[in-house]
């Protein structure tokens, strides 16, 4: 039995956890694997409610549990998922972006895993301001770019495919910070003598990510470049509805769609389900890894496959040019996995 603590979120983040409610009932019904689910309130909501977006008892929780789900959350995100980066010090962001059929995409050969440092640079918040000049500190420490390096290659080398890292910066203009950066990152790489390793300033990436993305394998960079480049290959693939991403620490995980809380579409049925429940098949990867899991890893590759075919068959959401509302596309995806697992599921309704 699994732990999973959710967070509901805000706008079409209900939606979205009841779709993922509805996974992982398929999945504890259907197989041996099974999960108890603790919903949380965090984001625009609880700060109304409650005077905080991150009440205190939901960051209990949060720890208390096996792995976190985070459903969007509104104007507050920063307040939630940048303090639950820090103060359980989930230090690697795991963006992978990949071409499915049916999705219309640059091309349909792209497989790619963007490595982010998650914990400093710009993000740590430290500004201030001198009379008319507005000052940010940038923060960029060894230690913090050795460990996620040795993330980005282990990854690497573990995935079936190029093997290759490409460790983006602009350590030609940024002489000190993304010095640093660099020089880590060919540390690590002495390392890992089957892995490649290519360096690209930030301003090539971006434009090789829309000229040649599939010359990628694992992109490993920094927390502002990496958030940037992130939400662009999503782009590349068919956009932020199929963007899983996972936040990795040690000890401790959360997973999470990276699309923002869509108020404008929120209540309406209409928001694609396909982030989060890729984001689950993420944390059933994770789960299978780090708790020597092989149902977890072997269920996480049937769920993939069950998306991959639904979206081929075009039986999808209007944003993916299909006419699934999020309640219909979710029980399809429950109905094909219960093909692999025959049992009794009511559909969500």
């Not at 991403?245 to 108020?263: Q, R, S, T, W």
Request: glycine share 6%.
């Amino acid at each position: 039995m699994y732990g999973i603590s959710l967070i509901t979120g805000d706008g079409v983040g209900p939606e979205l956890a009841d779709s993922g409610v509805a996974i992982l009932d398929t999945i504890s019904d259907c197989t041996d694997v099974k999960f108890d689910i603790t919903q949380l309130v965090a984001g625009d909501t609880a700060l109304k409610d409650m005077g905080t977006a991150l009440p205190a008892d939901t960051l209990d929780n949060i720890k208390k549990s096996d792995a976190c789900l985070k459903a969007p959350v509104g104007e507050s995100a920063a307040d939630v998922i940048v303090h639950l980066r820090r103060v359980l010090d989930l230090y690697a962001n795991i963006r992978p972006a990949r071409s499915y059929p049916g999705v219309a995409c640059l091309r349909e050969d792209i497989d790619m895993v963007i490595v982010r440092e998650n914990t400093e640079d710009l993000y740590t918040g430290m500004e201030f301001q001198i009379d008319d000049a507005a000052i940010a500190l940038r923060i960029i420490s060894k230690s913090a770019s050795h460990r996620i390096a040795k993330k980005a290659f282990e990854m690497a080398k573990q995935r079936d495919m190029m093997k290759k890292v490409t460790c983006v910066h602009k350590s030609n203009v940024m002489r000190v910070s993304d010095g640093l950066f660099r020089r880590t990152c060919d540390e690590v790489a002495k390392q890992y003598a089957d892995v490649i390793l290519e360096h690209m300033y930030v301003d090539a990436c971006a434009m090789n990510l829309i000229r040649q993305p599939e010359q990628f394998d694992v992109i490993l960079t920094t927390n502002l470049f990496g958030d940037i480049l992130s939400d662009e290959s999503s782009q590349v693939v068919g956009g932020l509805g199929i963007a899983p991403a996972a936040n990795i620490g040690d000890n401790f995980a959360l997973f999470e769609p990276v699309h923002g809380a869509a108020f404008d579409i929120a209540g309406r049925n209409m928001v694609n389900p396909v982030s989060f429940i890729l984001s689950i098949r993420m944390m059933l990867e994770w789960l299978g890894m780090t708790k020597s899991d092989t149902r977890c890893i072997r269920i996480a590759n049937i769920l993939e496959g069950v998306i991959a075919d639904t979206i081929q068959s075009g039986n999808v959401t209007h944003d993916l040019g299909g006419n699934q509302g999020t309640k219909e596309f979710t029980n399809v995806i429950v109905n094909t996995f219960k093909d692999y697992y025959p049992s009794d599921v009511t559909d969500v309704t």
